[in-house]
Each structure stands twice: as structure tokens, then as C-alpha cells.
């Protein structure tokens, strides 16, 4: 049929969407439109920590296998999200970790990795191993590029590769992920993260680290412009490494485009359309996931800094309020 799976898959490629469950449970149009629309889901909170272990020796895997199940109803892969985080921790977990040797947050690391990813052995094609490890303009990184994290400050910055290896071990069928955010558009910040990150990315590999794939969140924003030459440079230097590229979180944050809905839909769409362009003629690129599919849903809107200046909800993702499909639609088919 036509839908963005079908047009990712005559390019080798999967297209998928972040699924949150309270939104999957009660509106039965946005399962048809996730299921007509998608090859691969992730779960946007289900595989926290935060929800995975509410409270000490307690697993809850309820949500994240209602979504499971679903997926594999409707022949569709999903990725994992996220196994170690400096965010979505249980509350009981940051003092835990701060009062840790480093052999005891390495162990509680190495269990709750075991748990989650031992759950789901053999049904996840990646996992995001780390998220969002380096630091950015607000969080200033503590060396080698490292932000700050209860992780960092409990074992030390060999978190990093230790949590690949556990992983490895726990489930060889998963890739396993390093997921950034701001890495991709043209301001000197990022293009100074892309250094760093290429550099990690070689440190890793010498070192025998299992990492599989490198994934661009790609949470774009309208106030930054795309570079296309540089982004191009960055994802040719992974893929000669042999690793995999994912595009895990695409949304457009609009907020330096004009209130006009036409206008702006325009806009956004042909935003994504010079970074998808730079990406999927990258070899190593292997699949697209946008972070939820209908705009009502966009995590931008509860987001301080990225709310619009008119106040009016963000137009971030492909399909719109009634499910009908957007120019972003248009110019991602186009795209694949
Ligand atoms: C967001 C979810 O979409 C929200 O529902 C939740 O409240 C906070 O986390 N980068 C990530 C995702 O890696 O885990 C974040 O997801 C969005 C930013």
C-alpha cells in the first residue's frame, strides 16, 4: 500500500514512530494509522527505568509488552529506549547510585541491564544503549565530551563501554545504539560535538566496544539552519567505520516559522526534506523514526523553551490532528 513504510522498504530501509501507550490504549484511529504507517515502533517512556522499576525489587513490563505484542500482530520490528540515562530515573535510584562504590553502581547497572533487555531478548533490533552522554549548551561537558550524570559520577567514564558490553552479552541479537541529541545542524557547538563524537566512535571501536549504530535523535529546530555539507562529512566518517546510522526521535520544532498553518507545514517539510536528503543518501543509514507520528502528541508543546512565540501548537510531525497526511508526510515519501 501507500504509507511511509512502504516507500522506506523499496529503499532497504524501516520507517517507524515513537508510540506512547496512554495514546496507543485509547484512540483506536491512531493504532490503524500507526499500523498502516509503520515498520518499526519504540516505546517514548514504557522501557524507563522510571516505569520499568517503580520501586526496588519491582519490574512492571506491562505497557512496553501491550506495545510489544502489537508490533509483532502487525509484522513490525521495535527499537529499544533507553537502558542507561542521566534522566527518566525512579526516584529511589539518584540516591542509590550517590552513595554507590563504583563496583556497586557497575553491579546495579549490570542488573537492571540484564532485566530489561533480558525481558525483551530476541524481539528488539536495537537497543539505545547510552542517551545523550555528551554534553551540549546547556550542559557543559566534564572531558572527553562526557556530560554530567549520576552515571559518570558513580563508575567513572567507563560507563560508556561497560553498559555496550553488558548488553552484548545480555542480548547479541540487539545492535547496540549510542543515541545523541545535537548533533545535527549548523551552529559551532555542534559541529564541535561531531568532532568529539567521531572521536569517541574511534576510541570505541579500537578498544573492541560492541557498538553496532549511532543514532541522530534529530530533534530539529527551525532556528537553526541544516548544513548539508557538514552533516555529510559526519555520517560518511561513521559509516566508514562500519557502524550504522538511525534517525531515532525526528520531529521539527516551527517555532521561527510564520503562525500560518499552510505556510508553516510548508516550511517544516521542506526543513526535513534537506536533512533527510543528506541522511538517506548515506549508505549506513538504516531506518527513519519520527518521535510519535500525529501532531497532537509532540512532546514539543510541554517543552519550556520550544514553545512557539504565538502560543499556537507545534506542527512537528507528519500526520495532523485528524490523522490526515501533512506536507512532512509528502516530503519524507518523497524523500526515501
Ligand atoms: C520524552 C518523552 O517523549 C516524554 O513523554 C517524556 O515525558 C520525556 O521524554 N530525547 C529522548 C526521549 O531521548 O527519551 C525524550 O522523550 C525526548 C528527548
Known amino acids: 500500500g501507500d504509507s511511509l513504510q512502504a516507500a522506506a522498504s523499496a529503499k532497504g530501509l524501516l520507517y517507524g514512530c ?17 499500523a498502516r504507517e509503520c515498520g518499526l515502533l519504540v516505546c517514548g517512556t514504557e522501557m524507563k527505568m522510571e516505569e520499568v522499576l517503580p520501586a526496588p525489587g519491582k519490574t512492571d513490563f506491562a505497557r512496553g509488552d501491550a506495545i510489544l505484542r502489537f508490533a509483532r500482530a502487525n509484522g513490525q520490528r521495535m527499537r ?12 529511589w535510584v539518584g540516591p542509590l547510585l550517590g552513595r554507590a562504590s563504583a563496583v556497586q553502581a557497575e553491579d546495579f547497572m549490570r542488573r537492571w541491564i540484564e532485566t530489561v533487555a533480558g525481558h525483551y531478548r530476541g524481539q528488539i533490533v536495537a537497543w539505545d544503549v547510552v542517551n545523550e552522554i555528551f554534553g551540549n549548551e546547556a550542559d ?92 555529510r562529512r559526519f555520517l560518511r566518517e561513521i559509516g ?72 499556537l501548537p507545534q506542527r512537528a510531525l507528519p500526520l495532523d490532528a485528524q490523522f490526515q497526511r501533512k506536507p512532512l508526510w509528502h516530503a519524507m515519501r518523497a524523500a526515501f
Open 240 to 311: 566508514q567505520m562500519g557502524l550504522g546510522i538511525e534517525i531515532t526521535e525526528l520531529d521539527i520544532d516551527d517555532r521561527a516559522f510564520p503562525s500560518d498553518v499552510a505556510t508553516r507545514d510548508r516550511r517544516v517539510a521542506d526543513f526535513a526534506r534537506r536533512f533527510l536528503d543528506v541522511v538517506l543518501d548515506e549508505p549506513a543509514c538504516l531506518d527513519v523514526v519520527t518521535w510519535d507520528i500525529y501532531d497532537p502528541d509532540t512532546w514539543l508543546n510541554d517543552h519550556p523553551y520550544r514553545k512557539r512565540p504565538d502560543g
Open 18 to 34: 515513537e508510540v506512547p501507550f496512554h495514546r496507543f490504549d485509547a484512540t483506536p484511529a491512531y493504532r490503524q494509522a500507526v
Open 140 to 231: 557543559p561537558d566534564r572531558g572527553g565530551g562526557l556530560r554530567d550524570s549520576p552515571w559518570l559520577a558513580s563508575i567513572g567514564p567507563g560507563y560508556v563501554d561497560l553498559a555496550f558490553r553488558i548488553l552484548h552479552e545480555t542480548d547479541p541479537t540487539a545492535a547496540g545504539t549510542w543515541n545523541e541529541d545535537a548533533v545535527e545542524q549548523g551552529v559551532p557547538w555542534m559541529e564541535a560535538k561531531r568532532t568529539k563524537v567521531l572521536r569517541r566512535l574511534e576510541a570505541m571501536r579500537a578498544r573492541g566496544v560492541p557498538i553496532r549504530r549511532f543514532g541522530l535523535q534529530s530533534h530539529l529546530t527551525s532556528t537553526i539552519p541544516i548544513d548539508q555539507g557538514q552533516l
Open 80 to 91: 529499544g529506549h533507553t537502558l542507561v540515562w542521566h534522566a527518566a530515573l525512579p526516584p
